[in-house]
């Protein structure tokens, strides 16, 4: 006799094929990743391939330029406001909620010349941002202060520079959407296989398919 067959397993040869979309690709590869607009998209470790992220010139794969290996943190921005009022406070909440998301990336000669240039422009920033709270303190006077806030916002910006062109865009469903590469780059970089486009079997009068 024969067993009657599982409803799951029976095959419908009129469905429409199974696609999978970007998330089952990253799923697939836990370093994997896809590229959504000017977005690479992954999850938390994306390793790119040895293509300058700022000019998408090819890079030796022998270890001549040393890789980048980035530990990215992201923490909702509404939660910024609360860190001039209560750091310590700030301090302990972004230590529990931040999600850590590690990128492994290339730069060329140059590019990485340009990221380094901005630790010089940070130093500069933070003895103008110490400079004033010196001048203040030694002339009595509150006239120094007026370079504190342009060399605070200076340091922050070089800062940011500095620590690599790569940084978290925005964290949505488990994936970190992250900025920073050109154009150029992701041209290049973007995997084959990041967007398979669903098409729809159509069945047509005479009985054959479209």
């Not at 084959?192 to 005479?206: C, K, R, V």
Request: hydrophobic share 45%; glycine share 8%; proline share 8%.
């Amino acid at each position: 006799m024969s067993q009657p067959q599982n409803p799951g397993d029976s095959f419908n040869p009129f469905a429409s094929p199974k696609v999978e979309g970007p998330t089952a690709a990253i799923a697939a590869d836990p370093q994997g990743y896809v590229i959504e607009g000017d977005l690479i998209v992954g999850q938390n470790k994306i390793v790119l391939p040895h293509i300058c992220v700022k000019c998408g010139e090819q890079q030796p794969a022998d270890g001549e330029i040393k890789r980048r290996k980035k530990d990215l943190y992201y923490v909702h921005p509404l939660l910024y406001v609360l860190a001039p009022f209560q750091l310590l406070i700030f301090l302990i909440i972004y230590m529990i909620i931040r999600k850590k998301c590690q990128v492994e990336y290339s730069l060329c000669r140059e590019c990485l010349w340009k990221t380094q240039v901005n630790w010089i422009y940070f130093a500069v920033a933070l003895a103008v941002l110490f400079g004033s709270v010196f001048g203040m303190i030694q002339f009595d006077s509150p006239w120094p202060l007026l370079g504190f806030l342009p060399g605070l916002i200076a340091m922050i910006v070089f800062a940011g520079w500095a620590n690599g062109p790569i940084q978290i865009s925005k964290y949505k469903d488990r994936k970190f959407y992250l900025k920073g590469a050109k154009a150029e780059a992701l041209e290049i970089i973007a995997p084959e296989t990041a967007y398979q486009s669903p098409y729809t079997a159509i069945l047509a009068e005479d009985g054959r398919m479209g």
